[in-house]
C-alpha cells in the first residue's frame, strides 16, 4: 500500500502570515496532494468491489457507490473550487456536487416575493447585501428593476451601514434583508441590539437565517441522496464548532471535514475524506483548525442567542422546514420587518423549468438543467443558483466544468 | 440567442461588460455606422491631410470624486491621454466639459481642476478647451467631468489586432485592481486601510518609451478600465479570433488589494484600472519592453501575464496556482459583492 503523504499545511507561528502564506497555493503541494488523492481513490474503488466487504467497510458501505460523491456546503466552496480549475485535476469516480450552501439560493420563492413586496412600499427604504438584486420574484421582477421603477433599494456591506442609514434618516423606514446562514446572523444580532440600545425605531429586519446542521439532516433523510462525504463549511463552522455536525458521522455514518477556502485546504480535506472513507470511518474532522475551534465562536453565539430563536423556515423546492432558520425571539419581536409591516407568506411555484432545486439537494449538476447557459445565464437568469455570485450554476457558467 | 435593445437603461448597462457592449452595439453603432467607429477601439482614427489623427473622449462620473491616489480630475485627464496613448498615438491636447451641480463648492472644485492642471503637465499635455453647465441642485452628483482627446499617430506605427500571432506575448504594466478598490473603499467606508490607492496616471509618457525600444514589436494595446484585464482580453481574443493563456501566478496584484476582492468575493481580474495598459507583443520583443516599462514608476511591477495561443475557437483560459485551469468570460453586469 502506498504511504500517504502528509501534505497538511503547517501554519508559521507568527501570527501575520496566518491567513496569507503562499504555501495555500504552491502548485508542488498541489501536485502532491492529488496524486494522494489518486492513490486513494483508487484503494477506495478496490475496497468496495471486494466481495465480502471488508468488515472495517460495513459502517459507511451504504454510502459508497460506484463514484464517490462528495458535497461542499458553502457557496465558497463551490467558488473556489471552480476559480481554481481543480476539477478536472481529480481521479475518475470522485464526484463533486454542490450544496444548499448559498445563502440568497436556498431562499424560497415565496420569501423572496415577501421582500419584494416590502421594497414597494413607499415609506421603506430596503437595504441589502449585493447578491439579492436581481433575484427574481415570481412576478418576474428583480430589485434591481424595482429600483429602475423607484423603489428605495440600497446595497450596503454590513447590517451596521444599514443601521446607521436608519440613524441618519429618521424620516424612512430602514428595512435590512436577513438573508445568510450562521456567519451572517451574528453580525445581524448586534445590529439589533445596538438599534435597541439606540432606540432606532426606523430599523427593522426580514429575518429569513438559515441553519447549516438542519440542512445536512435534510440531505441525510431522503433516501435518493448518495453522499458519501461532506466537506463543511469553514466560516459558519468559525461560528457554530464542530459539536453540532456530529450526529452526521454518528447517526448517519457519513464522514464530514470542516474544510478551509484556499485551494490546498479544498484538496486536503477531500483527502481528509477519503482516509476516512479508506479506514471505514465516519467522523467529523477539522482541516480548517488555524480558524475553526472546536467550540466555536462563543461571542457570536451569544449574541444570536440573545436575539434569535430556532424557527421553521421555508426552502427553495423543499418547503417549511422545522426549527431550521431564525427568527427574533420575544425580546426583540418588534424588529421583525415581517411583523411590522404585516407581509403574508404565499406559497410561490418554482421558475418553470428551473433545477435550482435539485441542484441545491445534490442530485443534480448545473449543466444537467436545460435552462443552464441557453434562457438561463447571469445576466438574464431564471433561478438563484445562476444569479447568485456563490451559486452552483453561476459559478459553472463563469469558470467552466 | 438573439438579442434585442432592453426596455430600459439599467446601471448594468454602464458597467463595461458585456451589457455595455450589447447596447454599444444594438444603438450606438447600429446608428452611428462607419468604419473607423466600427472598430471600437479605445480612441479612433482618422485621417487628417496626409497624417493620421486618433481621436477620443470619455466622461467621468465617478463617487465619490476624491479617493485614496487620485480624484475625478486626475483620472478625467488620465483616461483621454491613455486612450490615445494606448493606439501608439502621441496626444496633443484634450479639451474638458464641466457639468456641475447648484451649490457645488469652489473650493472643491478648485482642487480638483488644480489636480488636472498637475496630471495634463505630467503628461505634457496642454487643456486647450472647455465648457461649463451647472444644472439645478438634485439634477447631477456634485461634478461631472468629459473629456476629449486628439493625438497624431506616428508614421509607421499602426497597431492592430490583426497582427497578433501565436506565440505572442501578453504583457501587463503592473498591479491589477488598485483603483476599482480605491474607490469601493471611499464610497462605502469599508474600513480598509488607505493602503489601497487609485492607480490614476498618465501613461503617454511610457507608452512612447517602450515604441520607441521595441519599434514592431508591439502589436496591439488596450487602457485596462471598467471591466478590467479579463473583459479586455476577452474582446481581443473574439477580434483576432486566436486564444489567451494566462497564468495565475504571474498576474501582478498587490497583496492589500488581493486582500480586499477575497474580503469583498470580487475577482482582481475584473476591477476597474486608470493607469495600466495590457500589451500584446512579439516575443522577441519582450525583454527590451519589460526593461523599459520598468523605468517608469508607472511599470515598476510590469510582467509577461500569458500568451497568445491558437484554438479550435477563440477563448481566454486561465492556468491556476495549483495546475488546473479555467475559462475567463467577460464582466456581465456590474461587480457585486458576495453575502457572506
Same mark, same amino acid.
Given at each position: 500500500?502506498?504511504k500517504?503523504?502528509?501534505y497538511?499545511i503547517?501554519v508559521s507561528?507568527?501570527?501575520?502570515?496566518?491567513?496569507?502564506?503562499?504555501?495555500w497555493?504552491?502548485?508542488?503541494?498541489?501536485?502532491?496532494?492529488?496524486e494522494d488523492?489518486?492513490?486513494?481513490?483508487?484503494q477506495?474503488?478496490r475496497?468496495?468491489?471486494?466481495r465480502p466487504?471488508?468488515?472495517?467497510?460495513?459502517r459507511?458501505?451504504?454510502?459508497?457507490?460506484?463514484? !464517490?460523491?462528495?458535497?461542499?456546503?458553502?457557496?465558497?466552496?463551490?467558488m473556489?473550487i471552480a476559480?481554481?480549475?481543480?476539477?478536472r485535476?481529480?481521479?475518475?469516480?470522485?464526484?463533486?456536487?454542490?450544496?444548499p450552501?448559498?445563502?440568497?439560493?436556498?431562499?424560497?420563492q415565496?420569501?423572496i416575493?415577501?421582500?419584494?413586496?416590502?421594497?414597494?412600499?413607499?415609506e421603506?427604504?430596503?437595504?441589502?447585501f449585493?447578491d439579492m438584486?436581481k433575484?427574481k420574484?415570481?412576478?418576474?421582477?428583480?430589485?434591481?428593476?424595482?429600483?429602475e421603477?423607484?423603489?428605495?433599494?440600497?446595497?450596503?456591506?454590513?447590517?451596521?451601514?444599514?443601521?446607521?442609514?436608519?440613524?441618519?434618516?429618521?424620516?424612512?423606514?430602514?428595512?435590512?434583508?436577513?438573508?445568510?446562514f450562521?456567519?451572517?446572523?451574528?453580525? !445581524?444580532?448586534?445590529?439589533?441590539l445596538?438599534?435597541r440600545e439606540?432606540?432606532?425605531?426606523?430599523?427593522?429586519?426580514?429575518?429569513?437565517?438559515?441553519?447549516?446542521p438542519?440542512?445536512?439532516?435534510?440531505?441525510l433523510?431522503?433516501?435518493?441522496?448518495?453522499?458519501s462525504?461532506f466537506?463543511?463549511?469553514?466560516?459558519?463552522?468559525?461560528?457554530?464548532?464542530v459539536?453540532?455536525?456530529?450526529?452526521?458521522?454518528?447517526?448517519?455514518?457519513v464522514?464530514?471535514?470542516?474544510?478551509g477556502f484556499?485551494?490546498?485546504?479544498?484538496l486536503?480535506? !477531500?483527502?481528509?475524506?477519503?482516509?476516512?472513507?479508506?479506514?471505514g470511518r465516519?467522523e467529523?474532522?477539522d482541516?480548517?483548525?488555524?480558524?475553526v475551534k472546536?467550540n466555536?465562536?462563543?461571542?457570536a453565539?451569544?449574541?444570536?442567542?440573545?436575539?434569535?430563536?430556532?424557527?421553521d423556515?421555508?426552502?427553495?423546492a423543499?418547503?417549511?422546514?422545522?426549527?431550521?432558520?431564525?427568527?427574533?425571539?420575544?425580546?426583540y419581536?418588534s424588529?421583525?420587518?415581517i411583523?411590522?409591516?404585516?407581509?403574508?407568506?404565499?406559497e410561490?411555484p418554482?421558475p418553470?423549468?428551473?433545477?435550482?432545486g435539485?441542484?441545491?439537494m445534490?442530485?443534480?449538476?448545473?449543466?444537467?438543467?436545460r435552462?443552464?447557459?441557453k434562457?438561463?445565464?447571469?445576466?438574464?437568469?431564471?433561478?438563484p443558483?445562476?444569479?447568485?455570485?456563490?451559486?452552483?450554476?453561476?459559478?459553472?457558467?463563469?469558470?467552466?466544468? | 440567442?438573439?438579442?434585442?435593445?432592453?426596455?430600459?437603461?439599467?446601471?448594468a448597462?454602464?458597467?463595461?461588460?458585456?451589457?455595455?457592449?450589447?447596447l454599444?452595439e444594438l444603438?450606438?453603432?447600429k446608428?452611428?455606422?462607419?468604419?473607423?467607429?466600427?472598430r471600437?477601439?479605445?480612441s479612433?482614427?482618422?485621417?487628417?491631410?496626409?497624417?493620421?489623427a486618433?481621436?477620443?473622449?470619455?466622461?467621468?462620473?465617478?463617487?465619490?470624486?476624491?479617493?485614496?491616489?487620485?480624484?475625478? #480630475?486626475?483620472?478625467?485627464?488620465?483616461?483621454?491621454?491613455?486612450?490615445?496613448?494606448?493606439?501608439g498615438?502621441?496626444?496633443?491636447?484634450?479639451?474638458?466639459?464641466?457639468?456641475?451641480?447648484?451649490?457645488?463648492?469652489?473650493?472643491?472644485l478648485?482642487k480638483?481642476?488644480?489636480?488636472?492642471?498637475?496630471?495634463?503637465?505630467?503628461?505634457g499635455?496642454?487643456?486647450v478647451?472647455g465648457?461649463?453647465?451647472v444644472?439645478?441642485?438634485g439634477?447631477a452628483?456634485?461634478?461631472?467631468?468629459n473629456?476629449?482627446?486628439?493625438g497624431?499617430?506616428?508614421?509607421?506605427?499602426?497597431?492592430t489586432?490583426e497582427?497578433?500571432?501565436?506565440?505572442?506575448a501578453?504583457i501587463v504594466?503592473g498591479?491589477l485592481?488598485?483603483?476599482?478598490v480605491?474607490?469601493?473603499?471611499?464610497?462605502?467606508?469599508l474600513?480598509?486601510s488607505?493602503?489601497v490607492k487609485?492607480d #490614476?496616471?498618465?501613461?503617454?509618457?511610457?507608452?512612447?518609451?517602450?515604441?520607441?525600444?521595441?519599434?514592431?514589436?508591439?502589436?496591439?494595446?488596450?487602457d485596462?478600465?471598467?471591466g478590467?484585464?479579463?473583459?479586455?482580453?476577452c474582446?481581443?481574443?473574439?477580434?483576432c479570433?486566436?486564444?489567451?493563456?494566462l497564468?495565475?501566478?504571474?498576474?501582478?496584484?498587490?497583496?492589500?488589494?488581493d486582500?480586499?476582492?477575497?474580503?469583498l468575493?470580487l475577482d482582481?481580474?475584473?476591477?476597474?484600472?486608470?493607469?495600466?495598459?495590457?500589451?500584446f507583443?512579439?516575443?522577441?520583443g519582450?525583454?527590451?519592453i519589460?526593461?523599459n516599462?520598468?523605468?517608469?514608476?508607472?511599470?515598476?511591477k510590469?510582467?509577461?501575464?500569458?500568451?497568445?495561443?491558437?484554438?479550435?475557437?477563440?477563448?481566454?483560459?486561465?492556468?491556476?496556482?495549483?495546475?488546473?485551469?479555467?475559462?475567463i468570460?467577460?464582466?456581465?453586469g456590474?461587480?457585486?459583492?458576495?453575502?457572506?
Open positions: 500500500m502506498k500517504t503523504l502528509n497538511r503547517r507561528p507568527a501570527k501575520k502570515n496566518r491567513f496569507s502564506s503562499p504555501l497555493r504552491d502548485k508542488g503541494l498541489a501536485a502532491r496532494a492529488l488523492m489518486q492513490a486513494l481513490t483508487v477506495l474503488g475496497l468496495v468491489g471486494q466487504l471488508g468488515r472495517h467497510l460495513q459507511i458501505a451504504g454510502r459508497l457507490g460506484k463514484t !464517490i460523491n462528495i458535497m461542499e456546503v458553502c457557496g465558497t466552496h463551490t473556489a476559480s481554481s480549475g481543480m476539477r485535476l481529480f481521479p475518475a469516480g470522485l464526484k463533486m456536487l454542490s450544496g450552501g448559498c445563502p440568497v439560493c436556498v431562499t424560497s415565496g420569501d416575493d415577501r421582500v419584494l413586496a416590502l421594497a414597494a412600499r413607499p421603506v427604504t430596503l437595504a441589502t449585493g438584486l433575484v420574484g415570481s412576478s418576474g421582477f428583480d430589485l434591481n428593476r424595482m429600483r421603477n423607484g423603489s428605495d433599494i440600497r446595497v450596503v456591506y454590513s447590517p451596521l451601514d444599514a443601521l446607521a442609514y436608519a440613524r441618519s434618516n429618521p424620516l424612512r423606514q430602514v428595512v435590512f434583508v436577513g438573508v445568510g450562521e456567519t451572517t446572523a451574528p453580525l !445581524i444580532a448586534a445590529s439589533v445596538r438599534a439606540g432606540k432606532i425605531a426606523n430599523f427593522s429586519v426580514i429575518p429569513l437565517f438559515k441553519l447549516v438542519p440542512a445536512l439532516k435534510l440531505l433523510s431522503d433516501p435518493k441522496n448518495d453522499i462525504g466537506l463543511l463549511p469553514g466560516h459558519v463552522s468559525a461560528i457554530i464548532g459539536r453540532p455536525y456530529q450526529f452526521v458521522a454518528r447517526e448517519y455514518n464522514p464530514c471535514v470542516v474544510t484556499e485551494p490546498l485546504d479544498i486536503a480535506g !477531500i483527502n481528509m475524506l477519503l482516509r476516512q472513507m479508506v479506514r465516519a467529523v474532522e482541516e480548517y483548525s488555524r480558524v472546536k466555536g465562536n462563543p461571542t453565539l451569544r449574541l444570536m442567542a440573545k436575539v434569535f430563536n430556532p424557527a423556515a421555508s426552502w427553495r423543499i418547503g417549511k422546514v422545522k426549527k431550521s432558520g431564525l427568527c427574533l425571539n420575544a425580546d419581536l424588529f421583525d420587518a411583523r411590522r409591516f404585516k407581509i403574508v407568506y404565499k410561490a418554482e418553470s423549468g428551473c433545477l435550482c435539485a441542484i441545491l445534490g442530485k443534480a449538476q448545473p449543466p444537467a438543467c435552462l443552464f447557459a434562457s438561463c445565464t447571469p445576466s438574464s437568469a431564471v433561478g443558483c445562476m444569479v447568485s455570485s456563490e451559486g452552483a450554476c453561476a459559478a459553472w457558467y463563469k469558470y467552466g466544468g | 440567442m438573439k438579442t434585442k435593445l432592453p426596455e430600459k437603461i439599467t446601471l448597462h454602464g458597467g463595461g461588460g458585456r451589457l455595455t457592449r450589447e454599444i444603438l450606438f453603432l446608428n452611428f455606422s462607419n468604419p473607423a467607429l466600427a471600437l477601439e479605445d479612433a482614427e482618422v485621417p487628417l491631410g496626409r497624417e493620421r486618433a481621436f477620443t473622449t470619455d466622461s467621468y462620473v465617478v463617487s465619490p470624486l476624491e479617493f485614496p491616489g487620485a480624484d475625478i #480630475g486626475r483620472i478625467a485627464v488620465c483616461g483621454t491621454i491613455n486612450d490615445l496613448a494606448v493606439k498615438a502621441v496626444p496633443l491636447a484634450i479639451s474638458a466639459g464641466f457639468i456641475i451641480e447648484e451649490g457645488f463648492s469652489t473650493g472643491r478648485a480638483i481642476v488644480r489636480s488636472m492642471k498637475s496630471a495634463a503637465a505630467e503628461a499635455v496642454p487643456i478647451t465648457d461649463t453647465k444644472v439645478e441642485k439634477h452628483d456634485g461634478l461631472f467631468i473629456t476629449s482627446g486628439i497624431r499617430i506616428p508614421e509607421g506605427v499602426n497597431l489586432c497582427k497578433i500571432k501565436p506565440g505572442d501578453v504594466s498591479n485592481g488598485d483603483h476599482g480605491a474607490v469601493m473603499n471611499a464610497r462605502n467606508a474600513g480598509l488607505d493602503s487609485s #490614476g496616471a498618465p501613461l503617454n509618457l511610457m507608452i512612447a518609451g517602450i515604441l520607441k525600444a521595441a519599434p514592431g514589436s508591439v502589436k496591439l494595446m488596450r485596462l478600465t471598467r478590467g484585464l479579463a473583459t479586455a482580453l474582446e481581443i481574443s473574439q477580434a479570433g486566436l486564444s489567451v493563456e497564468e495565475e501566478t504571474a498576474i501582478p496584484v498587490a497583496r492589500a488589494t486582500n480586499a476582492c477575497r474580503m468575493g482582481p481580474l475584473y476591477v476597474a484600472n486608470e493607469g495600466k495598459v495590457v500589451i507583443a512579439a516575443a522577441a519582450v525583454a527590451k519589460l526593461s516599462l520598468k523605468k517608469s514608476k508607472y511599470g515598476r510590469a510582467a509577461v501575464a500569458g500568451r497568445v495561443i491558437k484554438d479550435a475557437k477563440p477563448q481566454v483560459r486561465l492556468n491556476t496556482a495549483i495546475g488546473g485551469s479555467r475559462m468570460l467577460p464582466l456581465e456590474e461587480q457585486l459583492p458576495r453575502i457572506c
